[in-house]
């Protein structure tokens, strides 16, 4: 069975830090180009970085030079590590594949919370 689930949110006051895990099931995760998404209170999905099977990565202006993704090829696992984090980063983070035309089932997603 195809799926994704999202971990490692929580509350956490501006300027701390939280890392995300991303764990893929029924891929072959290594071919795919995964990302990292966002939706904010009444706001859209929105990109928040991206990486290549290889490695490569790609960043949002709002999240380059504080947020870090990364993969485990062997583990099937995606990771986002924040910090620096501002309120404006509050929302429900979601994996998925980069690719929209190869997009698997949305998971529940993460909460992050960012408030004093």
């Known amino acids: 069975q195809v799926h994704l689930v999202e971990s490692g949110g929580g509350l956490v006051q501006p300027g701390g830090s939280l890392r995300l895990s991303c764990v893929a099931s029924?891929?072959?995760?290594?071919?795919?180009?995964m990302a990292w998404y966002r939706r904010g209170p009444g706001e859209r999905r929105e990109l928040v970085a991206a990486?290549?099977?290889?490695?490569?990565?790609v960043y949002a202006d709002s999240v380059r030079g504080r947020f870090t993704i990364s993969r485990e090829n062997a583990k099937n696992t995606m990771y986002l590590q924040m910090n620096d984090l501002k309120p404006e980063d509050t929302a429900v983070y979601y994996c998925?594949?980069?690719?929209?035309?190869?997009?698997?089932?949305w998971g529940q997603g993460t909460q992050v919370t960012v408030s004093s």
């Open positions: 990486i290549t099977g290889g490695g490569g990565t």
């Open positions: 029924g891929i072959t995760f290594s071919t795919y180009s």
């Open positions: 998925n594949t980069y690719n929209p035309d190869t997009y698997i089932a």
